[in-house]
Protein backbone atom coordinates (compact mmCIF):
# COMPACT_ATOMS: atom_id res chain seq x y z
CA UNK A 1 0.00 0.00 0.00
CA UNK A 2 1.09 3.64 -0.23
CA UNK A 3 3.37 4.85 2.61
CA UNK A 4 3.44 8.95 2.97
CA UNK A 5 6.54 10.50 4.95
CA UNK A 6 6.17 13.76 6.29
CA UNK A 7 9.19 16.17 7.77
CA UNK A 8 10.20 17.52 9.86
CA UNK A 9 7.97 16.72 13.40
CA UNK A 10 8.17 19.92 14.36
CA UNK A 11 8.79 23.59 13.00
CA UNK A 12 9.38 26.28 14.56
CA UNK A 13 9.77 30.03 12.22
CA UNK A 14 10.09 33.83 13.29
CA UNK A 15 6.89 35.83 11.95
CA UNK A 16 7.54 36.79 8.67
CA UNK A 17 9.77 33.90 7.44
CA UNK A 18 8.90 31.52 5.40
CA UNK A 19 8.47 27.92 6.16
CA UNK A 20 8.42 24.48 4.32
CA UNK A 21 7.17 20.80 5.10
CA UNK A 22 8.46 18.33 3.25
CA UNK A 23 6.83 14.65 2.00
CA UNK A 24 7.42 11.51 -0.17
CA UNK A 25 4.88 9.13 -0.79
CA UNK A 26 6.00 5.82 -2.16
CA UNK A 27 3.54 4.72 -5.15
CA UNK A 28 3.51 5.95 -8.33
CA UNK A 29 -0.34 5.91 -9.06
CA UNK A 30 -0.88 8.31 -6.60
CA UNK A 31 -2.33 11.21 -8.42
CA UNK A 32 -3.61 14.03 -5.64
CA UNK A 33 -2.39 15.46 -3.15
CA UNK A 34 -4.05 17.27 -0.43
CA UNK A 35 -2.87 19.19 2.65
CA UNK A 36 -5.01 20.15 5.54
CA UNK A 37 -4.31 22.54 8.30
CA UNK A 38 -5.33 20.91 11.94
CA UNK A 39 -5.69 24.07 14.43
CA UNK A 40 -5.45 23.16 18.31
CA UNK A 41 -8.73 21.55 19.03
CA UNK A 42 -10.38 21.65 15.99
CA UNK A 43 -11.04 19.19 12.81
CA UNK A 44 -8.41 18.93 9.72
CA UNK A 45 -9.56 21.01 6.80
CA UNK A 46 -8.06 21.39 3.72
CA UNK A 47 -5.75 24.43 2.62
CA UNK A 48 -4.72 23.19 -0.90
CA UNK A 49 -4.23 20.72 -3.49
CA UNK A 50 -2.35 19.10 -6.07
CA UNK A 51 -2.61 16.95 -9.15
CA UNK A 52 -0.32 14.59 -10.68
CA UNK A 53 -0.75 16.69 -14.21
CA UNK A 54 0.69 20.24 -12.54
CA UNK A 55 4.16 21.16 -11.13
CA UNK A 56 3.01 23.90 -8.55
CA UNK A 57 0.24 25.33 -7.12
CA UNK A 58 -0.15 28.85 -5.13
CA UNK A 59 -3.10 30.57 -3.57
CA UNK A 60 -1.95 33.64 -1.66
CA UNK A 61 0.97 32.82 0.97
CA UNK A 62 0.81 29.24 0.54
CA UNK A 63 2.20 27.20 -2.12
CA UNK A 64 2.91 23.15 -3.35
CA UNK A 65 5.35 21.98 -5.39
CA UNK A 66 5.05 18.53 -7.00
CA UNK A 67 8.01 16.08 -8.13
CA UNK A 68 6.61 12.74 -9.55
CA UNK A 69 9.84 11.52 -10.41
CA UNK A 70 11.12 11.80 -7.18
CA UNK A 71 7.83 11.20 -5.89
CA UNK A 72 8.16 14.22 -3.37
CA UNK A 73 5.76 17.13 -2.57
CA UNK A 74 6.30 20.04 -0.56
CA UNK A 75 3.88 22.91 1.14
CA UNK A 76 6.06 26.37 1.56
CA UNK A 77 4.36 29.28 3.64
CA UNK A 78 5.64 32.56 2.89
CA UNK A 79 5.51 35.71 5.57
CA UNK A 80 4.33 33.73 8.23
CA UNK A 81 1.98 35.04 10.65
CA UNK A 82 0.92 33.41 14.32
CA UNK A 83 -2.49 31.90 12.93
CA UNK A 84 -0.53 29.90 10.44
CA UNK A 85 0.77 27.91 14.04
CA UNK A 86 -1.03 24.46 13.48
CA UNK A 87 -0.52 20.53 12.61
CA UNK A 88 -0.30 20.49 8.64
CA UNK A 89 -1.01 17.14 7.35
CA UNK A 90 -0.08 15.91 3.86
CA UNK A 91 -1.42 13.26 2.11
CA UNK A 92 -1.53 10.86 -1.21
CA UNK A 93 -4.52 9.87 -2.83
CA UNK A 94 -5.57 7.14 -5.74
CA UNK A 95 -8.24 8.88 -7.78
CA UNK A 96 -9.29 6.34 -9.99
CA UNK A 97 -13.30 6.33 -11.91
CA UNK A 98 -14.95 7.92 -8.47
CA UNK A 99 -13.01 5.50 -6.13
CA UNK A 100 -9.94 7.51 -3.80
CA UNK A 101 -8.06 5.92 -1.09
CA UNK A 102 -6.47 8.32 1.11
CA UNK A 103 -3.36 7.92 3.04
CA UNK A 104 -1.88 10.83 5.23
CA UNK A 105 1.26 12.00 6.66
CA UNK A 106 2.21 12.13 10.06
CA UNK A 107 1.82 15.95 10.70
CA UNK A 108 3.94 18.56 11.05
CA UNK A 109 3.53 20.78 14.16
CA UNK A 110 4.26 24.36 12.86
CA UNK A 111 4.82 26.83 15.47
CA UNK A 112 4.90 30.43 14.37
CA UNK A 113 6.62 32.62 16.94
CA UNK A 114 5.68 36.35 17.01
CA UNK B 1 -17.88 22.93 9.70
CA UNK B 2 -21.75 21.86 11.07
CA UNK B 3 -22.84 19.81 8.00
CA UNK B 4 -20.66 16.86 10.07
CA UNK B 5 -21.48 16.05 12.98
CA UNK B 6 -19.97 13.06 15.68
CA UNK B 7 -21.57 12.28 18.68
CA UNK B 8 -20.55 11.65 21.90
CA UNK B 9 -17.71 14.20 21.54
CA UNK B 10 -16.06 12.76 24.71
CA UNK B 11 -16.63 8.94 25.73
CA UNK B 12 -14.84 7.36 28.90
CA UNK B 13 -15.29 3.45 28.57
CA UNK B 14 -13.80 0.31 30.12
CA UNK B 15 -11.79 -2.27 28.93
CA UNK B 16 -14.41 -5.13 27.11
CA UNK B 17 -17.32 -2.93 26.75
CA UNK B 18 -19.07 -2.04 23.69
CA UNK B 19 -18.95 1.55 22.37
CA UNK B 20 -20.64 3.22 19.45
CA UNK B 21 -19.62 6.11 17.77
CA UNK B 22 -21.65 8.43 15.43
CA UNK B 23 -21.36 10.62 12.46
CA UNK B 24 -23.99 12.05 10.68
CA UNK B 25 -23.83 14.27 7.42
CA UNK B 26 -26.32 16.80 5.70
CA UNK B 27 -24.28 17.74 3.06
CA UNK B 28 -25.61 14.68 0.54
CA UNK B 29 -22.16 12.92 0.28
CA UNK B 30 -22.25 9.39 -0.97
CA UNK B 31 -18.35 8.83 0.83
CA UNK B 32 -18.05 8.74 4.10
CA UNK B 33 -14.72 7.67 6.73
CA UNK B 34 -14.16 6.90 9.61
CA UNK B 35 -10.28 7.75 10.92
CA UNK B 36 -8.37 7.51 14.12
CA UNK B 37 -5.83 10.18 15.10
CA UNK B 38 -3.02 9.07 17.53
CA UNK B 39 0.09 11.50 18.35
CA UNK B 40 3.26 11.35 15.89
CA UNK B 41 0.86 8.87 14.09
CA UNK B 42 -1.51 11.27 11.78
CA UNK B 43 -4.73 10.40 10.70
CA UNK B 44 -5.34 6.40 9.89
CA UNK B 45 -7.91 4.60 8.17
CA UNK B 46 -10.21 2.27 9.82
CA UNK B 47 -13.30 1.82 7.23
CA UNK B 48 -14.73 3.86 4.57
CA UNK B 49 -17.96 3.17 2.44
CA UNK B 50 -18.79 4.87 -1.01
CA UNK B 51 -22.30 4.10 -0.27
CA UNK B 52 -24.81 2.69 1.83
CA UNK B 53 -23.78 -0.77 -0.25
CA UNK B 54 -19.84 -0.34 -0.65
CA UNK B 55 -18.13 -1.03 2.86
CA UNK B 56 -14.41 -1.75 2.61
CA UNK B 57 -11.58 -2.02 5.22
CA UNK B 58 -8.80 0.61 5.92
CA UNK B 59 -5.46 0.35 7.35
CA UNK B 60 -6.21 -0.49 11.09
CA UNK B 61 -10.01 -1.76 10.70
CA UNK B 62 -9.03 -4.96 13.62
CA UNK B 63 -11.30 -4.42 16.41
CA UNK B 64 -13.82 -1.98 15.00
CA UNK B 65 -16.96 -2.44 12.76
CA UNK B 66 -19.29 -0.07 10.92
CA UNK B 67 -22.63 -0.03 9.76
CA UNK B 68 -24.00 2.81 7.14
CA UNK B 69 -27.96 3.60 7.96
CA UNK B 70 -28.31 5.82 5.39
CA UNK B 71 -26.42 7.91 3.23
CA UNK B 72 -26.28 10.08 5.77
CA UNK B 73 -25.14 7.81 8.65
CA UNK B 74 -21.86 6.23 9.22
CA UNK B 75 -21.57 4.27 12.76
CA UNK B 76 -17.97 3.43 14.51
CA UNK B 77 -18.60 0.72 16.44
CA UNK B 78 -15.48 -1.38 19.23
CA UNK B 79 -17.19 -4.29 19.90
CA UNK B 80 -14.74 -5.14 22.75
CA UNK B 81 -12.99 -1.90 23.80
CA UNK B 82 -9.18 -2.15 24.64
CA UNK B 83 -6.97 0.96 26.00
CA UNK B 84 -4.72 0.75 22.89
CA UNK B 85 -7.85 2.02 21.15
CA UNK B 86 -7.78 5.21 23.34
CA UNK B 87 -7.88 8.02 20.64
CA UNK B 88 -9.28 10.96 18.46
CA UNK B 89 -11.41 9.96 15.90
CA UNK B 90 -13.11 11.74 13.11
CA UNK B 91 -15.43 10.93 10.47
CA UNK B 92 -15.28 12.85 7.23
CA UNK B 93 -17.07 12.71 4.48
CA UNK B 94 -16.21 13.22 0.16
CA UNK B 95 -18.91 14.49 -2.52
CA UNK B 96 -18.45 15.24 -6.24
CA UNK B 97 -14.84 17.36 -5.17
CA UNK B 98 -11.90 15.42 -3.70
CA UNK B 99 -12.34 17.48 -0.28
CA UNK B 100 -12.81 15.32 2.47
CA UNK B 101 -14.99 17.81 5.52
CA UNK B 102 -14.42 16.21 8.73
CA UNK B 103 -16.44 16.05 11.56
CA UNK B 104 -15.60 17.60 15.30
CA UNK B 105 -14.04 14.56 16.32
CA UNK B 106 -14.79 11.92 19.36
CA UNK B 107 -12.79 12.03 21.97
CA UNK B 108 -12.52 8.41 23.52
CA UNK B 109 -10.66 6.93 26.46
CA UNK B 110 -10.21 3.15 27.50
CA UNK B 111 -9.53 2.70 31.08
Known amino acids: GENVEQHPSTLSVQEGDSAVIKCTYSDSASNYFPWYKQELGKRPQLIID?????GEKKDQRIAVTLNKTAKHFSLHITETQPEDSAVYFC?????????????FGTGTKLQVIP | DADVTQTPRNRITKTGKRIMLECSQTKGHDRMYWYRQDPGLGLRLIYY???????NKGEISDGYSVSRQAQAKFSLSLESAIPNQTALYFC??????????FGPGTRLTVT
Open chain 2, 92 to 101: ATRGQSNEQY
Open chain 1, 50 to 54: IRSNV
Open chain 1, 91 to 103: AASIESGGYQKVT
Open chain 2, 49 to 55: SFDVKDI
